[in-house]
């Protein structure tokens, strides 16, 4: 990609960038959205119980991204899914999966995750996810944060937060009619390892109320807790039509999963996201292909397609003919394992030492040209201080359905950074370049 130069960039990008670095004027009313998380969950300690003891779930402030970003990172995302159902594309990504992603049971992934860092060049994707979290909490996040700044030339965007509710009901019923059942969906179970002990547990209380106060039944359950029986999936003798998977174990392939790969590949029940979901869109080594340009092109994809992938950092399989010249060049580099999640084993280049990198270059790694992530400045204890920011779409086959930002520290985004967490994202158009006239 070009650089994007002073003459070149926009009004809204010049204010959204201005906004980051300078507006401390809005901020997040905790107890709105205590208030809201717990009307929306149905229970009057879901703040105190599941919040209030993670400290760094959310940032007291928001991001201001430029309308031009924002679509940019939306054409990605329409690009990424059409390329997805090319059979030359499928054919080679489909080469490095595990067998199970082979079949096609028909649901095309939901929540899919698309994680991109701002910067010089404007936006940049950095990866895919399929357990892609914190689609719910961002939503009344968004909805129940507070402008403090007295006057206001127009209140800023929230992108897709006001029905973000019954887009994600839509998208769940949307995944049970592509899986070719033939009956309304009637129960969904939210499954994770220990579900109660995850971090984003919150967000599967929500979920779960949100599908029940539509008319879905749903459960949150640990693999284990599911049986396959004749009559289906069952949790707790109660049959399962639709698995909202939350696992990392993308190929289901842990024995504690057995039960629910089993009911997967007989086609007892529906499972969104999954493994071939991954296969398809999430697995690292496909910004290989979609960060080449000549590769794009072999393969036949459209012109507008190729262009709108520019935003996808060069990115290379590591192996060891390559590992000397990678290891020369790694201050440049990112390196993520193939199948990895949650930041888990990547790394900085200029941060490696030779004991993991020679780790590196015995696994499935990608080592992917660095971009560097945007910057919020903010007030921590009353002192002034940035902290770095990604921006997830949350993604529906081609259609967005929310945008959100994580603010952290360190080499990775966490959610151990004082003052940082999810924060919410407010689209900032030409015409709102003084959107905040006091404290801005």
């Known amino acids: 990609?070009?650089?994007?130069?002073?003459?070149?960039?926009?009004?809204?990008?010049q204010a959204s960038e201005r906004l980051n670095q300078s507006c401390f004027c809005i901020t997040l009313d905790r107890e709105a959205l205590c208030g809201a998380l717990e009307r929306e969950a149905n229970d009057p300690g879901f703040c105190r119980a599941h919040v209030r003891p993670r400290h760094n779930l959310f940032s007291n402030v928001p991001v201001f991204l430029a309308a031009s970003d924002i679509l940019a990172m939306k054409r990605v995302v329409a690009a990424i899914h059409e390329i997805s159902g090319l059979p030359a594309y499928q054919q080679q990504v489909l080469s490095w999966a595990p067998a199970i992603a082979h079949a096609d049971h028909g649901p095309a992934g939901a929540f899919m995750g698309y994680d991109f860092h701002l910067d010089e060049q404007g936006a940049r994707l950095i990866e895919v996810n399929t357990n892609a979290g914190g689609a719910f909490l961002n939503a009344l996040l968004a909805r129940a944060q507070q402008a403090c700044c007295a006057e206001m030339e127009r209140a800023p965007d929230l992108p897709g937060a006001a029905d973000f509710n019954a887009a994600a009901v839509t998208m769940f019923e949307a995944e049970w009619k592509l899986a070719g059942k033939g009956r309304p969906l009637a129960r969904i179970a939210i499954v994770d390892d220990e579900p109660d002990k995850q971090f984003l547990y919150p967000e599967f209380i929500l979920a779960r109320q949100v599908l029940k106060q539509a008319g879905?039944?749903?459960?949150?359950?640990?693999?284990?807790?599911?049986?396959?029986?004749?009559?289906?999936?069952?949790?707790?003798?109660?049959?399962?039509?639709?698995?909202?998977?939350?696992?990392?174990?993308?190929?289901?392939?842990?024995?504690?999963?057995e039960a629910l790969r089993r009911a997967y590949e007989s086609g007892a029940v529906a499972v969104t996201p999954n493994p071939r979901n991954h296969a398809?869109?999430?697995?690292?080594?496909?910004?290989?292909?979609?960060?080449?340009?000549?590769?794009?092109a072999a393969m036949n994809v459209p012109a507008g397609?190729?262009?709108?992938?520019?935003?996808?950092?060069?990115?290379v399989l590591v192996t060891p003919a390559s590992?000397?010249?990678l290891w020369q060049k790694r201050k440049h580099l990112f390196f993520k394992p193939a199948s990895g999640h949650g930041s888990k084993a990547v790394y900085r280049g200029d941060k490696l030492t030779?004991?993991?990198?020679?780790?590196?270059?015995?696994g499935t790694y990608v080592a992917q040209e660095f971009a560097?992530?945007?910057e919020r400045r903010m007030l921590v204890d009353g002192v002034e201080t940035s902290r770095k920011m990604d921006v997830r779409l949350y993604a529906y086959g081609r259609e967005t359905l929310l945008i959100a930002a994580r603010l952290y520290q360190g080499q990775a985004t966490n959610f151990r950074t004082p003052g940082g967490g999810f924060a919410p994202v407010f689209e900032i158009g030409a015409v709102e370049r003084?959107?905040?006239?006091a404290g801005c």
């Not at 039509?241 to 999963?257: I, Q, S």
Request: some cysteine.
């Open 280 to 296: 398809l869109l999430a697995d690292k080594r496909n910004l290989i292909l979609l960060s080449d340009p000549a590769a794009l």
């Open 305 to 315: 397609l190729r262009e709108a992938l520019r935003a996808v950092p060069r990115t």
């Open 354 to 362: 030779r004991g993991v990198w020679q780790e590196i270059v015995e």
């Open 323 to 325: 590992a000397d010249d």
């Open 372 to 374: 560097t992530p945007g």
């Open 216 to 257: 879905i039944d749903a459960v949150i359950a640990d693999p284990a807790s599911l049986e396959l029986s004749p009559h289906g999936l069952l949790h707790q003798g109660d049959v399962i039509d639709l698995v909202y998977n939350r696992l990392v174990d993308f190929a289901l392939a842990m024995p504690e999963h």
């Open 434 to 437: 003084g959107i905040c006239k």
């Open 1 to 13: 990609m070009v650089p994007r130069s002073a003459s070149t960039v926009s009004n809204e990008v």
